[in-house]
């Protein structure tokens, strides 16, 4: 991606020794599946599956609104 330049970065170790929270990762899990011949499949098929799959879009969009309705910014 064309972002620009960075301007700050943080090492690991300094971000969890600096920061007053746990990074934490919970996985999402879904039905997605992709279908077909999985040989002929590129990157953009799989975006363009994930973009159009409405279950998976929804189940994001709860979780974003659940967020912001218990003060969380989905920005940050």
């Known amino acids: ?13 300094a971000m969890t020794e600096s920061t007053p929270f746990d990074h934490v ?6 039905h997605f599946r992709m279908t077909g011949d999985r040989a002929d499949v590129t990157i953009q098929d799989i975006y363009a ?7 998976r879009n929804e189940s994001m969009v ?9 003060g969380q910014s989905p920005s940050s």
């Open 62 to 70: 709860r979780d974003v609104i659940r967020a912001v309705e218990s």
């Open 49 to 55: 599956a994930l973009v159009t799959d409405e279950t």
């Open 25 to 30: 990762v919970v996985p999402q899990l879904t």
């Open 1 to 13: 991606m064309q972002c620009g330049p960075t301007r700050y970065s943080l090492g690991v170790r």
